[in-house]
Structure formats: structure tokens, C-alpha cells
């Protein structure tokens, strides 16, 4: 997944994060998120080219966007395009990752303010999901605070779904 900026028609690459997948019941879902901290050149120079002819012929000229990828041997492949940052907790990890919260600067583009995507710090995130492997009512979660007191761990979000 490529996290975008557009300004002007100038493609920001703000973060490349990996999904990482599970198998359940015959469906992939995502299992958890890792911002890359240091890609590797190569991939960067790859998707930069695969997401300006993107981002061109969507004809984005200011704003976010995200667009989910799968590489083949082929090439890439796209999987889904969203004129918006991405939901969950991508702009807290690329906060805690890179020191950019995109929430913000998207805002300071619309404003017509410069922006300050520069790289204030490089730790490596992961977001991992938790899913029950069975049906039932939820009563209560347990361990929250337990869990912020695990060392590196910067948040804990529960968001149990009705039904």
C-alpha cells in the first residue's frame, strides 16, 4: 500500500506499508500493517513510476490518496485506489514511524500552507490485528492497560464490531 500526497500534480510518496495477510474461511483479510522504514531504492523507484501513471490518469492534481498494490512478475497490480488517506490507524503509525502526521499536512495543502513532509525520525511500526476465530456476543475486553505497559508499545486500539 502507497500512502500519497499530491501537490500541484508533484507525487509525494509519504510511507509504503506491506499488509500482511491471513487466510480465513476461504477470504484473505488483513492481519496487520508494516510501514517500511528504509525500502529498498529499487521498489521505491518502481512504484513512483507505477503511481504517477496512476495518479495522472485519475488526474489528481492536489490531495491524498492510497492505492493498494500487489507486485507479480509482470508488474504491479492494483488492487484498489482511494482518493483519501488510508482509515485505521495508518496516520498514527506513519506519525510514530516517520514523524509526518498526513492528517495534518493534508490539511496545510487545502490551506494552501507549505508543506513538511521531511523525516523527523525512523522507527519501525507494526499494527496487528486481532480477530476472534469464533462467533458470540463480546462481553468485555480485558489487558488494554497491560498491553500500553509492554515496552515499545505506543498505542492500543480496541473496536469491537456489533453483531
Known amino acids: 500500500m502507497v500512502e500519497v500526497l499530491v501537490e500541484d500534480r508533484t507525487i509525494h510518496i509519504v510511507a ?12 484473505m ?8 522504514v528504509s525500502p529498498p ?5 518502481s512504484l513512483r513510476e507505477t503511481v504517477q501513471a496512476i495518479v495522472m490518469q485519475m488526474g489528481l492534481e492536489n490531495g491524498p490518496c492510497h492505492i493498494e498494490l500487489r507486485r ?3 508488474g504491479w497490480k492494483v488492487i484498489e485506489i482511494n482518493p483519501r488517506m488510508s482509515g485505521s490507524a495508518m ?14 499536512e ?17 522507527e519501525h511500526v507494526y499494527a496487528q490485528f486481532v480477530t476472534a ?4 456476543l463480546l462481553k468485555s475486553v480485558e489487558g488494554r492497560v497491560d ?17
Not at 29 to 36: M, N, P, Q, S
Open 16 to 27: 509504503i506499508v506491506e499488509q500482511h495477510m491471513l487466510k480465513h474461511r476461504g477470504r
Open 147 to 163: 498491553a500500553l505497559h509492554v515496552p515499545r508499545v505506543r498505542d492500543v486500539f480496541i473496536k469491537p464490531n456489533k453483531g
Open 91 to 104: 496516520n498514527r503509525m506513519i506519525d510514530f514511524t516517520y514523524g509526518v502526521n498526513l492528517a495534518q
Open 41 to 45: 531504492r529499487e521498489l521505491v523507484e
Open 133 to 136: 476465530h469464533e462467533t458470540g
Open 106 to 122: 493534508t490539511l496545510r495543502l487545502y490551506l494552501g500552507k507549505q508543506l513538511r513532509l521531511h523525516v523527523t525520525r525512523l
Open 29 to 36: 483479510i488483513v492481519a496487520g500493517y508494516a510501514v517500511l
Open 72 to 74: 507479480r512478475h509482470d
